[in-house]
């Protein structure tokens, strides 16, 4: 494949954190480019030459951006997958692709799609109305999460349930929304698996992190792992027989349970750079946005070594007021430049040297 | 003093890839940018949240400036000393000073402030007309380089010359610039000190770093430096002593000659991010960009160990086609999105680990 010229202009779907890191790294590279969201005077949109405040399935905003780029990738899986479409109608490239989407949007192809190829998860059941959810309850044995199928992240839309709780209160306020009930299982970890893949099916991956949470969401992303190499080996293994498998192209991540055997589960994938892999920029010598924009451009992928170890921790709502209270000169600061501080907004992040 | 709080605009009088670098790394942090400079789509322009193109004099487009700022500062030194007095009439904060410009202007009143401050430089002669060369040229005893006082870089308007030239002709074109001519020393090599300091007068100095040049202009960066831990705390010594004299806010470069013996002699001060330092991103916790944002910001300083060695290599004119080409994936590159490759223009820079 032909690598897209210095110069170039890209256009990023989504306008937030995610995709003012991506554009940041595009402009280091020599690209221009454009941010299609929702929002105004978004964190994006500061960074951009140029933006575009239109809801994604705007055909003539859509219209505007196949016109301004030269290629179009996209900051989150929640991005309709009838946009792509209509831009890929107007002739426009846009990476990564359909299926990485329409897959990494629902919870349960993500799971049938990740054992089809040979990735175990815990296991489900699907719940589309109360009576399900009552059968389920009743096979499960123990606890599980009640997750929607669709439009979830960072814990939002799932509950807590065990076998024996009532179905009829658990799935109240779902208003019929498609979900799956997951059995809970005991883990001793979760390692994260951030991988990039070009269209030509070469691959590359960060090592993995471990993650941990805090109220469902991630909280610290450490490297190295504490799991021993025979583990980290079968989490990028896995990794990339489900990047080959999508045909992504691009970044994506790849979050699995670490049971105390060893055993790897596929917790989730998302088709795109991730929270859990903000440390590499700091800590290696490509950073998972560059390697993004490389993959999607063509481009030689960059050395994925890693320089250091590193721990980073997410800045939730007024947490960013460490910015200058405790963080150290050793505390590398990523701000996002959101206007409102509200509890539990991801504000920012900080990466250490360990 | 106060820490300039996140979400607050920095403005940057310069439109070049040094504003752009000093851009991102501003947003990094969680600021707005504003670029005032006289090019239409120019590099720093694309990556700022707004762009003011005018001349660095124009009162309308300070006023706006001002208006738009919490804190102002400069990509290069060659801004005139007047826009400073008005933005600083108008209220505005710029960091750093008249005092920085007004000596790093002008290579004789440069050289007279670092022997002031203990600081040796080679011999040199004021070159006001064709007699004051004539004199100059028989004193020399050697070779040397005539260099006009004020607005040169990358080696532009200097001449080489040496005792028995003609005066006459060695002047011609000059137009009657105020001169100097330098007395060339047998140098060992050249270091480059880049030093950030608060208005509190709190420092931090990145490794000295070895250049090599190319027809006058920085071709490699290197570090560690190959001349011994004296010299390095020698030359680190000077820069504090300089930066500190001149009461400067933000980070600035010092290059300075080695000699065969050790002797460092001051080439020249630059009071701003330098082309010397571009290793530092890619090679140190916190990159000579962020470091000058965090200095005028008055936010603690970050940590500038080094966690690799590192060369950085320019690219200039069609060298930046081994982007595609030579480079392998180890290679970091960065390029500063200029339109035109025009030969020996700077379009990016590499750095390697080695």
Same sequence: chains 1, 2.
């Avoid at 002739?91 to 990740?114: M, N, W």
């Avoid at 909280?219 to 990047?243: G, Y």
Wanted: charged share 25%; hydrophobic share 40%; with cysteine.
């Amino acid at each position: 494949m032909k690598p897209l010229p210095v110069g170039s202009v890209i256009g990023i779907l989504g306008d937030g954190q995610l995709g003012r890191m991506l554009a940041s790294a595009a402009e280091r590279l020599g690209f221009d480019v454009v941010v299609l969201g929702p929002n105004d005077d978004s964190p994006a949109s500061r960074v951009a030459a140029h933006t575009i405040v239109a809801e994604y399935t705007d055909r003539d905003a859509l219209a505007e951006l196949s016109v301004r780029c030269d290629l179009i990738t996209l900051e989150f899986e929640n991005v309709p997958v009838e946009a792509l479409q209509i831009l890929e109608d107007m002739g426009a490239t846009v990476y990564p692709g359909q299926k990485s989407l329409q897959i990494c949007q629902d919870r349960h192809l993500e799971k049938s799609f990740a054992r089809e190829n040979g990735v175990a998860t815990a296991d489900y059941w699907m719940v589309d109305r109360v009576s399900d959810l009552e059968t389920a309850l009743s096979e499960l044995k123990g606890k599980g999460i009640l997750k929607t199928r669709r439009d979830g992240y960072d814990g939002h839309g799932q509950r807590r349930l065990q076998t024996g709780d009532d179905a009829v209160s658990a799935y109240d306020g779902l208003d019929g929304a498609p979900c799956i009930l997951e059995a809970m299982v005991p883990f001793a970890g979760e390692v994260s698996v951030v991988i990039a893949r070009r269209a030509d099916g070469m691959m590359t991956c960060f090592d993995p992190a471990d993650n941990t949470h805090k109220h469902g969401i991630l909280h610290t992303s450490r490297v190295p792992s504490k799991f021993p190499d025979s583990v980290q080996t079968a989490a990028i293994a896995a990794a990339e027989s489900l990047a080959g498998a999508l045909g992504h192209v691009g970044v994506m991540a790849c979050e699995f349970f670490v049971l105390e055997d060893g055993t790897l589960l596929l917790n989730e994938m998302a088709p795109r750079v991730h929270n859990s892999g903000h440390w590499t920029p700091e800590a290696c010598l490509t950073g998972q946005f560059e390697q993004h924009i490389r993959a999607i451009a063509g481009w030689p992928l960059g050395d994925v070594s890693r320089v250091m170890d590193a721990e980073m921790e997410n800045l939730l709502g007024d947490d960013v007021l460490k910015a200058f209270g405790d963080a150290g000169p050793e505390d590398m600061i990523t701000l996002y430049g959101k206007r409102d501080m509200r509890p539990g907004r991801k504000m920012g992040h900080i990466v250490r040297k360990l």
